[in-house]
T-cell receptor, first 114, second 112 residues
Framework: DVKVTQSSRYLVKRTGEKVFLECVQDMDHENMFWYRQDPGLGLRLIYFSYDVKMKEKGDIPEGYSVSREKKERFSLILESASTNQTSMYLC?????????????FGPGTRLTVL | GQNIDQPTEMTATEGAIVQINCTYQTSGFNGLFWYQQHAGEAPTFLSYNVLDGLEEKGRFSSFLSRSKGYSYLLLKELQMKDSASYLCAVRDQTGGSYIPTFGRGTSLIVHP
């Protein structure tokens, strides 16, 4: 059974804290993605990675950074958390992009920044 | 980028048929995905269309018309468990990105 796991389901942090969200996939996928999902706004892409140590900005990268040191792991970092980063964060992975390969999503991390 | 439109919310009756539409504008269309997302859960893949026509998979079917920038997801014999959000995602190959962009989702409520 294929799986994408995220380190926490719920997280509460204070403004200014550094926050790490971890994502691991066991499907040997090249591509990994971080999204945030907010009511009325849908899924918005923060960053994606198509290979180890490679990263590309998505639509809303401001205030975030990422790290991909190993193929199976993709980390999202909030250098200094702010209240407007309170959201649901979803990680996903997929095989080759120019194909029918769908994305597999993790269960999400609901982050609250106080 | 893409401009993807879906209705925000739809309601339907158990046992009925419902059609969820998705329209898009893109210069380099390279495939359209539908995902289902139950409240508090991760999205899960339903269907993929890249050529015009209807793809059927059990109670769910997905249709694509590339010339019209239009797709729909058809759900037959609705069940209460079909109450969920349905996400349309369009892939654009412009610039070699191939990253799907998601619509805002359609919340479907199925009532007895």
């Amino acid at each position: 059974d294929v799986k994408v796991t995220q380190s926490s389901r719920y997280l509460v942090k204070r403004t200014g804290e550094k926050v790490f969200l971890e994502c691991v996939q066991d499907m040997d996928h090249e591509n990994m993605f971080w999204y945030r999902q907010d009511p009325g706004l849908g899924l918005r892409l923060i960053y994606f990675s198509y290979d180890v140590k490679m990263k590309e900005k998505g639509d809303i990268p401001e205030g975030y950074s990422v790290s991909r040191e190993k193929k199976e792991r993709f980390s999202l970092i909030l250098e200094s958390a702010s209240t407007n980063q309170t959201s649901m964060y979803l990680c996903a992975s997929s095989g080759g992009l120019a194909s029918s390969n769908e994305q597999f999503f993790g269960p999400g991390t609901r982050l609250t920044v106080l | 980028g893409q401009n993807i439109d879906q209705p925000t919310e739809m309601t339907a009756t158990e046992g009925a048929i419902v059609q969820i539409n998705c329209t898009y504008q893109t210069s380099g269309f390279n495939g359209l995905f539908w995902y289902q997302q139950h409240a508090g859960e991760a999205p899960t893949f339903l269907s993929y269309n890249v050529l015009d026509g209807l793809e059927e998979k059990g109670r769910f079917s997905s249709f694509l018309s590339r010339s019209k920038g239009y797709s729909y997801l058809l759900l037959k014999e609705l069940q209460m468990k079909d109450s969920a959000s349905y996400l349309c995602a369009v892939r654009d190959q412009t610039g070699g990105s191939y990253i799907p962009t998601f619509g805002r989702g359609t919340s479907l409520i199925v009532h007895p």
